[in-house]
Protein backbone atom coordinates (compact mmCIF):
# COMPACT_ATOMS: atom_id res chain seq x y z
CA UNK A 1 0.00 0.00 0.00
CA UNK A 2 1.68 3.46 -0.75
CA UNK A 3 2.51 5.30 1.98
CA UNK A 4 -0.07 8.21 1.46
CA UNK A 5 -2.87 5.90 1.42
CA UNK A 6 -5.47 5.50 4.24
CA UNK A 7 -6.00 2.03 5.87
CA UNK A 8 -9.51 2.68 6.00
CA UNK A 9 -11.39 5.29 3.95
CA UNK A 10 -13.07 8.20 5.61
CA UNK A 11 -17.08 8.70 4.43
CA UNK A 12 -18.18 11.90 4.88
CA UNK A 13 -20.82 13.87 3.21
CA UNK A 14 -20.34 16.93 0.69
CA UNK A 15 -22.00 19.57 -0.79
CA UNK A 16 -25.54 18.93 -0.79
CA UNK A 17 -25.23 15.79 1.55
CA UNK A 18 -23.59 13.71 -0.88
CA UNK A 19 -21.44 10.72 0.21
CA UNK A 20 -17.73 10.61 -0.15
CA UNK A 21 -15.04 8.32 0.52
CA UNK A 22 -11.92 9.92 0.99
CA UNK A 23 -9.00 7.61 0.87
CA UNK A 24 -5.59 9.58 0.49
CA UNK A 25 -4.14 11.93 2.13
CA UNK A 26 -4.32 13.95 -0.81
CA UNK A 27 -8.04 13.62 -1.51
CA UNK A 28 -8.67 14.80 2.00
CA UNK A 29 -6.23 18.11 1.41
CA UNK A 30 -8.22 18.77 -1.66
CA UNK A 31 -11.61 18.59 1.15
CA UNK A 32 -9.56 20.69 3.23
CA UNK A 33 -8.79 23.24 0.57
CA UNK A 34 -12.29 23.42 -1.16
CA UNK A 35 -13.64 24.10 2.51
CA UNK A 36 -15.85 27.38 2.53
CA UNK A 37 -14.20 28.84 5.53
CA UNK A 38 -10.48 29.51 4.80
CA UNK A 39 -9.72 30.81 8.60
CA UNK A 40 -10.90 27.62 10.65
CA UNK A 41 -9.08 26.29 13.04
CA UNK A 42 -9.71 22.90 12.52
CA UNK A 43 -8.84 23.13 8.65
CA UNK A 44 -5.65 24.99 9.13
CA UNK A 45 -4.87 22.00 11.66
CA UNK A 46 -6.03 19.04 9.53
CA UNK A 47 -4.02 20.76 6.38
CA UNK A 48 -0.87 20.97 8.47
CA UNK A 49 -1.20 17.48 8.86
CA UNK A 50 -2.27 16.52 5.41
CA UNK A 51 1.26 18.52 4.12
CA UNK A 52 3.15 17.05 6.25
CA UNK A 53 1.80 13.55 5.36
CA UNK A 54 2.31 14.56 1.95
CA UNK A 55 6.31 14.98 2.48
CA UNK A 56 6.96 12.47 4.56
CA UNK A 57 6.91 13.69 7.88
CA UNK A 58 4.23 12.07 9.69
CA UNK A 59 2.76 8.50 8.55
CA UNK A 60 -1.05 8.72 6.27
CA UNK A 61 -3.10 7.28 9.43
CA UNK A 62 -1.79 10.21 11.86
CA UNK A 63 -3.20 12.56 8.86
CA UNK A 64 -6.59 10.36 8.46
CA UNK A 65 -7.22 11.01 11.95
CA UNK A 66 -6.85 14.89 11.68
CA UNK A 67 -9.21 14.89 8.86
CA UNK A 68 -12.05 12.59 11.00
CA UNK A 69 -11.77 15.24 14.18
CA UNK A 70 -12.41 17.70 11.42
CA UNK A 71 -15.31 16.22 10.03
CA UNK A 72 -16.71 15.29 13.67
CA UNK A 73 -16.13 19.05 14.24
CA UNK A 74 -17.95 19.77 11.30
CA UNK A 75 -20.76 17.16 11.45
CA UNK A 76 -19.45 15.63 7.78
CA UNK A 77 -19.07 11.95 8.69
CA UNK A 78 -21.75 9.79 7.27
CA UNK A 79 -23.16 7.60 9.92
CA UNK A 80 -22.51 4.04 10.40
CA UNK A 81 -25.34 1.55 8.94
CA UNK A 82 -24.94 -0.36 12.05
CA UNK A 83 -26.11 2.94 14.16
CA UNK A 84 -29.19 3.84 11.87
CA UNK A 85 -30.19 0.41 11.92
CA UNK A 86 -30.00 0.35 16.32
CA UNK A 87 -31.41 4.04 16.34
CA UNK A 88 -34.89 2.99 13.66
CA UNK A 89 -34.85 -0.63 15.25
CA UNK A 90 -35.39 1.24 18.58
CA UNK A 91 -37.63 4.06 17.18
CA UNK A 92 -40.45 1.44 15.56
CA UNK A 93 -39.91 -0.46 18.71
CA UNK A 94 -42.00 2.38 20.85
CA UNK A 95 -45.33 1.94 21.41
CA UNK A 96 -46.29 5.65 21.30
CA UNK A 97 -44.79 6.19 18.16
CA UNK A 98 -46.84 5.49 15.41
Not at 14 to 35: C, F, K, R
Not at 37 to 62: M, S, V
Amino acid sequence: MKHYMFDKPVHILLGLGIPTEVNSVMHAYQVLMDWRNQHDPARELALKACRAALIGDIDAQTARAVFVAFAERHDLLVPETGALMAERSKRNSDPHIR
